[in-house]
């Protein structure tokens, strides 16, 4: 299983990017999704995640500028990132809980880090 990311670069303060997450591989199913950041010298941050259901959560610093969405059908996850800040500028990781059998366990998988550059 492998999970690839997707859309990162650099932009101005107030642009917008769109963050794709591809799973592939032997997947049997895909339950909650979630990107991740970790800046400079910080720890890594969950930014946002979505269960398998839709429903999602956004930790605080980003609620009503990224909206976190999936397409089960492609095995993909995206994260629209508007209104963007400096303080945005981070890697940025996705991340997938799959089973690769019916009776496989629940394992976590992370995709490679995304930059995301925002500048003022």
């Known amino acids: 299983v492998q999970l690839q990311a997707s859309g990162g670069g650099a932009v101005q303060a107030g642009g917008s990017l769109r963050l794709s997450c591809v799973a592939s591989g032997n997947i049997f199913s895909i339950y909650d999704m979630g990107w991740y950041r970790q800046a400079p010298g910080k720890q890594r941050e969950l930014v946002a995640r979505i269960t398998t259901g839709g429903s999602t959560d956004y930790v605080d610093s980003v609620r009503g500028r990224f909206t976190i969405s999936r397409d089960n059908a492609k095995n993909t996850g995206y994260l629209e990132m508007n209104s963007l800040k400096p303080e945005d500028t981070a890697a940025y990781y996705c991340?997938?809980?799959?089973?690769?059998?019916?009776?496989?366990?629940?394992?976590?998988?992370w995709g490679q880090g995304t930059l995301v550059t925002v500048s003022s």
């Open positions: 991340h997938a809980e799959i089973k690769r059998s019916r009776y496989d366990l629940r394992r976590g998988y």
